[in-house]
């Protein structure tokens, strides 16, 4: 009985941009064969084998693996298949027992179950002796079995190796066919990328790929019996003369010679049948003894070698065609959709007889015979502006990156304070309170933003920050006034912003003095009666401003600068490690080797975050102890509040890596945007320079920042005692914030490649 289908693959195609790098293709694998998908580099197995895993989807066409579709059905593919990518793409800092016990868990194995498998494959693989080994300091070899075990403890009824031989030597490709005819053996069909002609041998059956067109698929014993490789009249001989290339060189060009090729130190050659053994001997002028000869079979590099240079006539053949149509002749249709070999063209084979027979070449560059200091200067700085031109995100941020900062910071970053947040608690409200509060009003320092009648309502936009700068009238402000008596003004300023409260205290004595020479301070010596006195009878300004600095009387710019610091660092470090973390598993394969395995995307990505949210909440810890002890600043509000926003801001922050990682393909990419996250979160947020200062604009920018939310945060809690009421604001500001970068750092991270 036929085995049944578990690969069917149907007109498949991918594209990537302009490349077309499988064209459609279509085959069939049977269960319990080893298929062997053979093709140079570049041809399209790996793409084939990316499409089939479900991990790369295809332009065009479609294919089912053990009944699932590649596309509709993805994930049902990678619950039944193992996959052993062309580079190694373990972890190499875990141990042999690391690796496997971490492939198990993926697929679901736990416990008794685990631990039976995991000798399994250890025996199969013999890697007994080496389970706490790192991978990374395995061989080439050992390093394959590892993966072929990684690939099999889950007992995949399919398994897709991508050139596991690639890059071990001949003894471990040995071993390591060995272990695949017992796993064949054992009822699992193993599909199987090489260029190796020897490994195509041993495979029950192979498809030949070229410049992304599948050329022929079937078994090799029928594939060597094609018509095609060895034509009626024809014959292939295997010859041995004493100069192989010297004689490949002289067969090609010779009458009824069709094809000839080194193999090692023996020449195969596709002959007219009219030729003998001894003619080989004789048309290269040697003895017969010299140049033995002997009638072979078709190998399957012959197979190959020959069906794609007839692919590749073809194809020139209709290039010429679409280009000048007028001239061509119709061809016959071949047989069987193969055409015969062409006649081979004669390529230029220099031979030791006739590089000896030439002319002298140049002589080559002098090689300095001392170490120069200069020496490859020039080739290195053309290979790095090669390096730079070839990279458009360094291009981007060496370009247009500065002039967008520069513009934006220059016109942000005003350090001269001007309408500092202001509210007024007017227990007068005469025409004398009036005039102060127009006075303060009509200061360019000072924007009133409010007018309370409480007290409550006062402090509560004090502690909330929304108001900088506290104006308290008393109600007795205009009688003083009237009966010449010094009036008390009471100005509560936040000194939790150093620069923004000397800013106002200034102000507030200036402002002072100049509301008392309006009275007329000026003139009362030299009236019997002057304007005011004070409690002692001497003579006194009329207004006495009585600032108060409140949260940082002594406008310590660590008091200020440490509570801000330490949301910029909780940023900086998650979202750094965040997004190298993913990038790197990118770069080095691992993030492939996940995606092939049925691990879900949200379990992939709370795998990956939870660690660095733990480690983000316990660098907080520190940092925030550093700053009671260090720094001698303390925490004035509630601590269990500020660590839960603080887990709030943790979770944005491992958003924003997760973005980075999604828009970064290499390390270097990653850096690049974090870069350009980290300079406005610094400059912008209000961590050095006051956001009421900026430009509308900007201003209105500032609010798509989070730790815009988190500094304000940080600082109300510290320094002012505000509770959950105070900061409902920059709490709903960073929830939102919060929100939004998970949300399209999700449905931008998928589980496949690009």
């Known amino acids: 009985m036929t085995a049944p289908i578990v690969i069917d693959v149907n007109h498949l195609s991918r594209r990537f941009g302009s490349l077309l790098a499988v064209d459609d293709v279509s085959f069939q694998v049977q269960r319990g064969t080893i298929f062997g998908l053979l093709g140079p580099n570049g041809s399209g197995k790996s793409t084939i084998i990316r499409m089939l895993c479900g991990v790369l989807e ?76 790192l991978a990374g300091t395995l061989s080439g070899g050992w390093k394959q079995r590892l993966a072929l075990g990684c690939a099999l403890i889950h007992e995949p009824e399919l398994i897709f190796l991508d050139e596991p031989t690639a890059g071990i030597d001949p003894v471990a490709r040995r071993d390591l066919w060995d272990l695949l005819f017992e796993l064949a053996g054992r009822g699992v069909t193993l599909f199987v990328t090489t260029h190796y002609m020897d490994e195509a041998e041993r495979c029950s059956d192979v498809g030949y790929i070229s410049m992304s067109k599948l050329i022929v698929c079937g078994k090799p014993d029928e594939l060597k019996e094609l018509p095609e490789i060895t034509p009626p009249g024809t014959r292939r001989w295997e010859v041995e003369p004493p100069h192989p290339t010297e004689a490949l060189s002289r067969l090609r060009t010779m009458a009824g010679i069709r094809d000839a090729t ?10 007219a049948e009219s030729w003998t053994e001894g003619d080989f001997a004789r048309k290269l002028a040697l003895p017969a003894e010299e140049v033995p000869a002997r009638p072979i079979h078709p190998t399957l590099e012959d197979v190959f070698v020959t069906l794609s240079r007839a692919a590749e006539e073809r194809r020139q053949q209709a290039v ?145 920050g929304r108001a900088r700068v506290g104006l308290v009238i008393p109600p007795d402000y205009s009688d003083r006034l009237l009966l010449g008596e010094q009036a008390q003004v009471q100005v509560l300023i936040d000194g939790s912003d150093s620069q ?82 993913i990038v790197r598993e990118r770069e080095q394969g691992t993030l492939e080797q996940l995606f092939v395995t049925p691990v879900g995307k949200a379990g992939l990505l ?89 430009p509308f604009p900007i201003y209105v920018m500032t609010f798509a920042i989070p730790a815009t939310y988190f500094v304000e945060i940080l600082r109300g809690v510290v320094l002012r005692d505000a509770d959950v009421i105070d900061l409902l604001p920059q709490i709903a500001g960073l929830t939102l914030c919060a929100a939004v970068i998970f949300t399209l750092s999700v449905a931008r991270f998928r589980k496949q490649l690009a």
């Open 500 to 581: 923004v409260a000397t800013t106002a205290l200034n102000a507030t004595n200036l402002l002072g003095v100049k509301l008392s020479q309006r009275i007329g301070f000026a003139f009362g010596e030299t009236l019997q009666q002057v304007p005011s006195r004070n409690a002692e009878g001497r003579i006194a300004m009329p207004v006495e401003m009585r600032p108060r600095l409140l949260f940082n009387p002594n406008l310590e710019s660590s008091h200020f600068f440490v509570p801000g610091l330490v949301g910029i660092i909780l940023q900086l470090v998650t979202l750094f490690l965040t997004a190298f973390s």
């Open 262 to 271: 080194l193999f090692g130190q023996t020449l195969h050659v596709l002959a």
């Open 58 to 133: 295809p332009t065009s066409g479609g294919a089912t693996v053990l009944g699932h579709d590649v596309v509709s059905d993805a994930e049902g593919v990678k619950r039944r298949i193992g996959y052993m990518s062309q580079k190694f793409s373990l972890y190499s800092d875990l141990s042999v027992r690391e690796n496997l016990e971490f492939s198990g868990r993926i697929y679901g194995l736990e416990g008794d179950r685990l631990e039976e498998r995991k000798r399994a494959v250890l025996e199969l693989t013999a890697l007994g002796n080496r389970l706490d080994q």
């Open 606 to 694: 709370l795998g990956k975050l939870i660690p660095y949210s733990l480690v983000g909440f316990l660098e907080t810890l520190i940092v925030l102890t550093v700053m009671v002890f260090l720094f001698g600043v303390p925490i004035r509000g509630s601590v269990p509040l500020l660590l839960a926003l603080s887990t709030l801001f943790l979770l944005c922050a491992l958003g924003l890596g997760m973005l980075v990682s999604t828009l970064a393909k290499t390390q270097l990419q990653a850096m690049q945007f974090a870069f350009l996250i980290m300079l406005p979160s610094v400059l912008l947020s209000g961590f050095m320079f006051p956001r009421a200062q900026m």
């Open 320 to 464: 010429r065609e679409a280009a000048n149509p007028a001239s061509t002749t119709p061809t016959p249709p071949p047989d069987n959709n193969l055409t015969p070999p062409p006649e081979p063209v004669t390529p230029t084979v220099v031979t030791p007889l006739q590089s000896a027979a030439a002319s002298t070449p140049p002589s080559p560059t002098p090689t300095p015979t001392r170490a120069e200091p200069l020496w490859g200067f020039w080739a290195i700085l053309l290979k790095e502006f090669s390096h730079i031109r070839r990279e458009p995100s360094t291009l981007f941020f060496m370009f247009v990156v500065p002039i967008v900062q520069t513009m934006i910071f220059g016109f942000a970053i005003d350090t001269q304070i001007e309408n500092i947040p202001t509210i007024v608690l007017d227990l007068d409200g005469r025409v004398h309170a009036r005039e102060l509060r127009e006075a303060f009003r009509n200061a360019r320092t000072f924007q009133i933003v409010d007018r309370v009648t409480d007290e409550e309502s006062f402090r509560r936009a004090m502690t909330s």
